[in-house]
């Protein structure tokens, strides 16, 4: 496609346009089903299960027989299937304010109100563990959700990076692993076994080592992966780490991408601009914003949220391991460390812009962002755009006024690539 500086061609092939789909998309919805078809089982198969934040330790739950579920991921499912604004409702006919996170209020409309929810819920735990590792919020949340459910809760404190993780902090945060191991044990998991924990951290190493390699296919133009791939694709890697089934399906995904490295092909056809998306996806309207993007020729091969899933566990001492792992993701540096980490991956993802996500939900990850975008323009000279929405809200989606905003956008992008 030539540069040109035509609204239709602003628009790329917009009548045109198709998404090249993944195959192995489909084997992740069989994955999936599988997943929820055996938390659905789980208590009549008497396993244990453990309602979890996103950043909470699931490898020592897998290697005590636990079955993690996240209310999390549950909320955004529901919101990709367009099923939360009853939910979101019934949390706020109960009380609950209309500022308050979506996916809490999801997960409160869904105990609230099951027959509303899609799957009928989550089936109930047995437990509850909250990591405030993602953000503050979890920790009212998890409270809540024991008392609705009248479930034990045990909270799992990590302190701001705020820089190299001090030997001080990682003691803090290890001391309360002993508790968890207690906890877990009390409430229905098996007897903890370092050696079994070993190897459930290895198989999650290994997923991680793929995941990790297929974020790094996107420095590759064009990306074979959009942001919206990385976004569906990202499921396993929460809820099934731990398990040889996530390693095999990485593998099956990073041989396809692979390929479509080897042969040229892009996620979006016809790629002109390279952008970064900043805080987590907008969940009603994942699809539908990808494609206002796409059809201008703009993709997504690197976002701040897919590629904070990682974590080095290495230590001799394994529980100490996983405290430094959980205490150091992405979600928990500040403001500033999250700031340069944008810079960095602006240049090494050649990128020619970046949005932000002025997310109303998840007040943690948004926090600083306009300061962010005025540092990150005085530094890379990069045009950055603020979309203000919600990742689970639907009431908050407004497709015309983003729309709007892209076009507006591009032009930049299209006047400072002519200059240049």
């Not at 579920?69 to 099923?83: S, T």
């Not at 997923?207 to 499921?235: E, K, Q, Y």
């Amino acid at each position: 496609m030539t540069r040109g500086d035509g609204k239709a061609q602003d628009r790329g092939s917009a009548q045109g346009f198709r998404p090249v789909p993944l195959r192995s998309a489909k084997l992740m919805k069989t994955l999936m089903s599988a997943h929820w078809a055996l938390s659905s089982n789980a208590h009549r198969l008497r396993i244990p299960i453990a309602w979890v934040t996103s950043g909470a330790p699931i490898e020592l739950l897998r290697a005590m027989g636990v079955m993690p579920l996240y209310p999390e991921n549950y909320a955004a499912l529901v919101a990709a299937r367009r099923g939360a604004e009853p939910l979101l409702e019934a949390a706020e006919a109960a009380g609950w304010s209309q500022d308050l996170c979506s996916y809490a209020k999801i997960d409160i409309g869904s105990v609230l109100r099951p027959d509303l929810a899609p799957l009928g819920g989550l089936p109930k735990p047995d437990m509850l563990i909250a990591c405030n590792n993602i953000c503050q919020t979890v920790t009212k949340w998890w409270e809540a959700l024991g008392e609705l459910l009248d479930v034990p809760v045990f909270l799992l404190d990590t302190p701001f990076r705020a820089g190299l993780m001090g030997e001080a902090r990682i003691d803090y945060v290890r001391s309360q692993f002993t508790d968890l191991v207690t906890f877990v044990e009390e409430h229905g998991g098996h007897r903890f076994s370092e050696r079994a924990l070993r190897r459930t951290i290895g198989l999650s190493r290994k997923a991680l080592d793929l995941w990790d390699a297929l974020m790094d296919h996107g420095r590759v133009r064009p990306a074979p992966l959009n942001g919206a791939d990385r976004f569906i694709l990202m499921a396993p890697i929460v809820n099934l780490r731990g398990t040889q089934a996530a390693v095999q399906f990485y593998r099956a995904v990073w041989a396809e991408s692979r390929l479509r490295m080897l042969r040229g092909t892009g996620a979006v056809p016809s790629e002109r601009f390279r952008l970064l998306w900043d805080d987590i996806a907008v969940w009603p309207a994942l699809f539908k914003l990808s494609k206002i993007f796409a059809e201008r020729g703009c993709s997504f091969p690197v976002d701040t949220y897919t590629t904070a899933w990682s974590g080095d566990f290495t230590d001799t001492d394994i529980l100490r391991g996983l405290s430094r792992g959980y205490s150091d993701i992405f979600l928990n540096w500040t403001t500033e460390e999250k700031m340069e980490r944008m810079i960095e991956m602006a240049r090494d993802f050649h990128l020619d812009g970046l949005v932000i996500h002025s997310n109303r939900s998840c007040k943690p990850y948004s926090l600083g962002q306009l300061e962010a975008r005025r540092r990150i323009v005085e530094r890379t000279g990069l045009p950055v755009l603020v979309l203000e929405a919600d990742m689970a809200d639907p009431r908050l989606v407004n497709l015309d006024a983003w729309d709007r905003q892209v076009a507006a956008f591009v032009e930049v992008l299209e006047s400072r690539r002519r200059s240049s």
